[in-house]
């Protein structure tokens, strides 16, 4: 995995380079002009079956519990359970808190409010998802989401004798990959070399506990007491469908930046960085993969990885539009379109984390080489480069000043 | 009185074990629209066409109302139109009560308004619709005062209607009970709204005058005629509600009287910031700030200039972290120039800038 500078990876003229960005901006202004009743009732729709297969789950559940159905009721319950818990964190949780439907000005499905069915409280998610990983996408040093703190996910990452646990490591989160969610924001890196402010860090280890604790009292303690003497199976299906969703989600997520052909940067790529190179970076930082519409809601249409970190707070169901457009500026602009079949894009996610828990001289590097002659550019100076965009606020005022 | 004996309350919470971190309410309104008080709801069960360009709308409240509206209060409707919710505030007209199944708005289609229009003419008995709770200074006291005088100009009727309406229930309008005047303006008899049930009322109480004026053919109400219409206004407690320009003149013609303590307005209508330039003040309900801002400020940067805890992500419009609740007032997205200017809309705080005067819920 190549550290790169986005403009002198690519053969782009910084004018192309513009001009993509005011491309991008056009096809979101169409998408936000359009945005109308059946993007609503997607959503309501959605949501609508999403809590339906939920109550439906429990009940089959306790119905198996008290009546003579027994276990094809039990398997059904936990199969309808876990399919509702991965609906409702991945196309409607993790959307909704993005703020692709706040536009409804809907209290009840908007970002500000939202609360999801996972140990992780929605409040840290938004700062350690929204603002952290979808700012900074794979800057190293920047952004946790590159192998969350415990794997070694980039090249350029320091080999340590502690990453032959990779493998180990590597499972224990894929199976408990929402307790690694809910400790995320916590940022363990920084715990670890004491830079974290005591205070924030009790203010939320409160919020973890509270909302886990109600999480785990749920599944493993109220549903089980109401089976009765069936608590048993309850408990042990309302685990698997846990761990199902836990699994889905741990895979989804590792194909989004992890295949070959999503690059990682440096912390000189943030440096005055432009709008449209913003752009330019989520584009060379994720991969999509193909699959139908089913796949695609199921994943929380993370499978249009790309269009999501381009438009992160756009309808989700727009995405599938969307791509065809920003393929095609790809095309034109001759930038990769990293996109493949789900199965093997985790399994190159899988090949690096592995290949990555020995020394680099071990292994070879799986990075593509660049898709066209590089020119030869030397990188601007800070007074040689355009200013943010003005509008964008004081931060990035302050920083180009 | 209290009949409830089952502490809903706690059943509420205990159930809210099986369900977090949603609540029950989530999933009862699954079963039937109004079985949840997460938002406030109400089911339109009738259209009642009033004139030809307005009509009433029965609306059958869900869980959480509190049938608290003192009568000439306003409550808050909100209807998704492409999708987006969008909101009005709407006088209830129809009389005040303890407990009940349902309420009454009405609403005049305006010329040129989407929404009003929609009200009037294209919504079904059944659409659920949201709600907001009554709010308004435009009320009638109680006990009510031995005379009142109330100045109405065209759908500024409704809330009036609600506080007549109540006296009527009551049973006040008898022996002892208050003496009302009620002048009324409206272009023709045709578009009075409640006319026979006004002519009714008048017919019943012997405490009731209605004096009606038709603007197309007598022309607008003038104050000097005030004196004939009724002799005595200088003695009453005036409510005054209608379109804009008649209340601005009642105003005027109170205040020159010094009688501005007598007079209670109701406008239907916002003002819109004076100079029609950009920039205000914000005010920050919660914490009590305000500051001055320029129209190129972001109301993010103002926050944290005058020293709000406002939250903040990405500082370029794309994480949604800053969202804060916009009370009133109007802001202009810096992006794009789309303003937003409805009460309660959830906005970003990083790429919008005040257009007049702002409170923002922080």
Redesign the interface.
Same mark, same amino acid.
């Given at each position: 995995m190549a550290i790169s500078d986005v403009t002198e990876y690519t053969h782009l003229s910084e004018e192309d380079v513009e001009q993509l960005g005011r491309e991008l901006d056009a096809i979101r202004?169409e998408i936000?002009e359009s =945005?109308?009743?059946?993007?609503?009732?997607y959503i309501n729709k959605l949501i609508?079956f999403q =809590? /339906?297969l939920a109550?439906g789950g429990?009940v089959a559940m306790l119905a198996s519990a008290h009546t003579k159905a027994g276990r094809p009721a039990l398997v059904a319950g936990a199969a309808m359970l876990g399919i509702a818990k991965i609906l409702e964190n991945m196309e409607i949780g993790h959307n909704v808190m993005?703020?692709q439907w706040? @536009?409804?000005?809907?209290?009840?499905i908007?970002?500000?409010n939202w609360?999801?069915?996972t140990a992780q409280p929605a409040e840290q998610w938004?700062?350690s998802h929204?603002?952290v990983h979808? %700012?900074f996408t794979n800057v190293l040093g920047h952004d946790n989401d590159i192998g969350y703190g415990i794997l070694r996910m980039a090249r350029e990452q320091k080999w340590h004798p502690a990453n032959l646990g990779q493998p180990v490591y590597n499972a224990l989160l894929a199976s408990l990959f929402q307790w690694g969610v809910a400790l995320h924001d916590l940022d363990l890196e920084r715990i670890r070399k004491g830079e974290k402010d005591p205070k924030e860090m009790k203010r939320q280890l409160r919020q973890i506990v509270t909302?886990g604790r109600? %999480?785990i009292?749920?599944d493993y303690v109220?549903?089980p007491a109401l089976s009765g003497r069936q608590w048993r199976s309850t408990m042990k299906a309302n685990a698997t469908a846990n761990v199902a969703r836990n699994l889905w989600s741990y895979v989804i997520i590792f194909c989004g930046h992890f295949p070959d052909g999503a690059l990682h940067f440096t912390e000189e790529e943030l440096e005055d960085e432009t709008?449209a190179e @913003?752009y330019l970076r989520q584009m060379l930082g994720s991969a999509n993969f193909e699959g139908g519409r089913t796949l695609h809601v199921l994943s929380g249409s993370l499978g249009y990885q790309i269009e999501h970190h381009l438009f992160?707070?756009l309808p989700s169901n727009r995405y599938p539009e969307i791509a065809v457009k920003v393929r095609a500026l790809c095309e034109k602009y001759d930038i990769p379109y990293t996109i493949g079949p789900l199965h093997r894009q985790y399994g190159q996610a899988l090949r690096t984390i592995m290949k990555l828990s020995v020394p680099n001289s071990w292994t070879s590097s799986d990075q593509p080489e660049p898709p066209s002659p590089v020119r030869d550019r030397r990188r601007k100076s800070d007074a040689e480069r355009p200013s943010r965009r003005p509008?964008? /606020?004081?931060?990035?005022r302050g920083r180009s000043a | 009185m209290t009949i409830s004996t089952v502490p809903w309350g706690r059943v509420r919470r205990a159930g809210s074990k099986l369900t977090t971190p949603l609540h029950p309410d989530d999933y009862l309104r699954l079963l039937n629209p109004l079985w949840t008080s997460r938002e406030l709801r109400g089911r339109v069960e009738k259209v009642v066409p009033e004139t030809d360009d307005a009509a009433t709308l029965v609306i059958r409240p869900g869980w959480g109302w509190r049938w608290d509206h003192r009568p000439g209060q306003y409550i808050g409707i909100g209807i998704p139109v492409d999708g987006k919710f969008q909101w009005r505030s709407y006088s209830v007209s129809s009389p005040t009560k303890q407990r009940g199944r349902t309420l009454a708005i009405t609403v005049r289609a305006m010329p040129e308004g989407k929404l009003s229009s929609h009200l009037v003419n294209g919504l079904e008995p059944g659409t659920i619709v949201r709600l907001a709770s009554p709010e308004g200074d435009f009320t009638l006291p109680d006990p009510p005062p031995a005379r009142m005088l109330f100045l109405v100009g065209g759908s500024g009727i409704t809330p009036v209607m609600s506080m007549l309406r109540t006296l009527d229930r009551r049973g006040a309008f008898g022996e002892g009970g208050p003496d009302v005047v009620l002048h009324y303006s409206s272009p023709t008899p045709e578009r009075m709204i409640f006319r026979d049930e006004l002519l009714r009322l008048e017919e019943q109480h012997a405490g009731l005058r209605l004096h009606q004026q038709h603007t197309d053919t007598d022309g607008m109400l003038d104050l000097a005629d005030l004196d004939a219409i009724c002799p005595d206004w200088r003695e009453r407690e005036t409510w005054a509600c209608g379109p804009a320009p008649m209340l601005d003149a009642i105003v005027e013609h109170y205040d020159r009287a010094g009688l501005e303590d007598r007079l209670h307005v109701e406008r239907f209508s916002l003002e819109l910031g004076g100079d029609g330039g950009e920039g205000g003040t914000l005010t920050f309900r919660n914490s009590g700030k305000k500051v001055e801002v320029d129209g190129a400020t972001t109301v993010l940067e103002a926050g944290e200039q005058a020293g709000v805890g406002m939250p903040y992500g990405c500082r370029m419009g794309i994480c949604h972290t800053c969202t804060v609740t916009l009370v009133s007032g109007t802001v202009r997205d810096l992006r794009n120039g789309d303003e937003y200017a409805q009460p309660n809309e959830q906005v970003q705080t990083c790429v919008t800038a005040a257009v007049g005067d702002c409170t923002l819920d922080i």
């Amino acid at each position: 995995m190549a550290i790169s500078d986005v403009t002198e990876y690519t053969h782009l003229s910084e004018e192309d380079v513009e001009q993509l960005g005011r491309e991008l901006d056009a096809i979101r202004a169409e998408i936000e002009e359009s =945005r109308n009743a059946e993007d609503a009732a997607y959503i309501n729709k959605l949501i609508r079956f999403q =809590r /339906g297969l939920a109550a439906g789950g429990r009940v089959a559940m306790l119905a198996s519990a008290h009546t003579k159905a027994g276990r094809p009721a039990l398997v059904a319950g936990a199969a309808m359970l876990g399919i509702a818990k991965i609906l409702e964190n991945m196309e409607i949780g993790h959307n909704v808190m993005h703020g692709q439907w706040d @536009w409804m000005n809907d209290p009840e499905i908007h970002s500000s409010n939202w609360e999801w069915d996972t140990a992780q409280p929605a409040e840290q998610w938004k700062h350690s998802h929204n603002y952290v990983h979808h %700012q900074f996408t794979n800057v190293l040093g920047h952004d946790n989401d590159i192998g969350y703190g415990i794997l070694r996910m980039a090249r350029e990452q320091k080999w340590h004798p502690a990453n032959l646990g990779q493998p180990v490591y590597n499972a224990l989160l894929a199976s408990l990959f929402q307790w690694g969610v809910a400790l995320h924001d916590l940022d363990l890196e920084r715990i670890r070399k004491g830079e974290k402010d005591p205070k924030e860090m009790k203010r939320q280890l409160r919020q973890i506990v509270t909302k886990g604790r109600n %999480q785990i009292l749920k599944d493993y303690v109220v549903y089980p007491a109401l089976s009765g003497r069936q608590w048993r199976s309850t408990m042990k299906a309302n685990a698997t469908a846990n761990v199902a969703r836990n699994l889905w989600s741990y895979v989804i997520i590792f194909c989004g930046h992890f295949p070959d052909g999503a690059l990682h940067f440096t912390e000189e790529e943030l440096e005055d960085e432009t709008r449209a190179e @913003w752009y330019l970076r989520q584009m060379l930082g994720s991969a999509n993969f193909e699959g139908g519409r089913t796949l695609h809601v199921l994943s929380g249409s993370l499978g249009y990885q790309i269009e999501h970190h381009l438009f992160p707070d756009l309808p989700s169901n727009r995405y599938p539009e969307i791509a065809v457009k920003v393929r095609a500026l790809c095309e034109k602009y001759d930038i990769p379109y990293t996109i493949g079949p789900l199965h093997r894009q985790y399994g190159q996610a899988l090949r690096t984390i592995m290949k990555l828990s020995v020394p680099n001289s071990w292994t070879s590097s799986d990075q593509p080489e660049p898709p066209s002659p590089v020119r030869d550019r030397r990188r601007k100076s800070d007074a040689e480069r355009p200013s943010r965009r003005p509008e964008l /606020g004081g931060w990035s005022r302050g920083r180009s000043a | 009185m209290t009949i409830s004996t089952v502490p809903w309350g706690r059943v509420r919470r205990a159930g809210s074990k099986l369900t977090t971190p949603l609540h029950p309410d989530d999933y009862l309104r699954l079963l039937n629209p109004l079985w949840t008080s997460r938002e406030l709801r109400g089911r339109v069960e009738k259209v009642v066409p009033e004139t030809d360009d307005a009509a009433t709308l029965v609306i059958r409240p869900g869980w959480g109302w509190r049938w608290d509206h003192r009568p000439g209060q306003y409550i808050g409707i909100g209807i998704p139109v492409d999708g987006k919710f969008q909101w009005r505030s709407y006088s209830v007209s129809s009389p005040t009560k303890q407990r009940g199944r349902t309420l009454a708005i009405t609403v005049r289609a305006m010329p040129e308004g989407k929404l009003s229009s929609h009200l009037v003419n294209g919504l079904e008995p059944g659409t659920i619709v949201r709600l907001a709770s009554p709010e308004g200074d435009f009320t009638l006291p109680d006990p009510p005062p031995a005379r009142m005088l109330f100045l109405v100009g065209g759908s500024g009727i409704t809330p009036v209607m609600s506080m007549l309406r109540t006296l009527d229930r009551r049973g006040a309008f008898g022996e002892g009970g208050p003496d009302v005047v009620l002048h009324y303006s409206s272009p023709t008899p045709e578009r009075m709204i409640f006319r026979d049930e006004l002519l009714r009322l008048e017919e019943q109480h012997a405490g009731l005058r209605l004096h009606q004026q038709h603007t197309d053919t007598d022309g607008m109400l003038d104050l000097a005629d005030l004196d004939a219409i009724c002799p005595d206004w200088r003695e009453r407690e005036t409510w005054a509600c209608g379109p804009a320009p008649m209340l601005d003149a009642i105003v005027e013609h109170y205040d020159r009287a010094g009688l501005e303590d007598r007079l209670h307005v109701e406008r239907f209508s916002l003002e819109l910031g004076g100079d029609g330039g950009e920039g205000g003040t914000l005010t920050f309900r919660n914490s009590g700030k305000k500051v001055e801002v320029d129209g190129a400020t972001t109301v993010l940067e103002a926050g944290e200039q005058a020293g709000v805890g406002m939250p903040y992500g990405c500082r370029m419009g794309i994480c949604h972290t800053c969202t804060v609740t916009l009370v009133s007032g109007t802001v202009r997205d810096l992006r794009n120039g789309d303003e937003y200017a409805q009460p309660n809309e959830q906005v970003q705080t990083c790429v919008t800038a005040a257009v007049g005067d702002c409170t923002l819920d922080i």
